[in-house]
């Protein structure tokens, strides 16, 4: 649709804009399962559900709500009191540790290492993800988590993922830095303006597809997800 020249529409709900987008689309179909996809039980909405390890998709997430997150199960039912956290987790990484990845390109910039591990190839399913801030590097960690379930579907290049970010921060240095150890420790993170300055919430969705074939070549299935989202890819 995007190759088409289909303007998306800026003004409204992303899900219910990215919808009347979609529909241009013929024998397109609208799944609608409240059980499976729904939001956050702590959530005050209509959409909010109680707990299931059946849930595929659950929407108004943040960081304190991560904590039933089982990481070994990738569900949100976690009774144990003990938050799940991610085998690799950026956010307790120091900087020696970062260092590890890093070099320096003689301007001051950090850059991959030569040795990063490169992405997959020709995916079953694309995720990207869309509206996390460089701040929120904490949903990020625990969204990594679910997306790889400890690194054995991405090894297996059933799931490839990619964060979509707005441009670097320029005005705190100390943040700069830390999006680029970020973005050499993972390489999971493309850089992407959102789709009006005035806009920042709404994202350039049509360029997704361009995305997942710049990084993974194809995909049969492209998932596009809020950051602020829990994903079971196992259901």
Known sequence: IAEFGLDFKAR??????????????????YLHMPSAFHDHR?????F??????????????????WRTFDPVSCHLCNTSGVMGSSSQSFGSATTAESSDWMSDDGGGAAVA?????SRCEDVLLAV??????????????????ALTNGGRLTKTCLTGYLFVMGALPWRDASMRRRALEEMAL??????????????????????????V???????????????????????
């Open 42 to 46: 702590e959530s005050p909405t209509m």
């Open 186 to 211: 993972y390489e999971d993170l493309t850089l992407l303006q959102p789709l009006r300055k005035d806009a920042p919430a709404l994202h350039a969705y049509a360029k997704a597809w361009a995305l």
């Open 128 to 145: 990207c993800v869309f509206g996390s801030a460089w701040a929120d590097w904490e949903l990020r960690d625990r969204l990594r988590s």
């Open 213 to 235: 074939k710049e990084s993974f070549r194809s995909a049969e299935f492209v998932l596009l997800l809020d950051h602020r989202s829990f994903v079971n890819l196992q259901e």
């Open 48 to 65: 909010s559900q109680n707990c299931s390890e059946d849930s595929v998709l659950v929407h108004k997430m943040d960081s304190t709500r």
């Open 113 to 117: 290492s030569p040795d990063a591990k």
């Open 12 to 29: 409204g709900n992303d899900d219910i804009m990215l919808g009347i987008w979609l529909r241009s689309v013929e024998h397109l179909f």
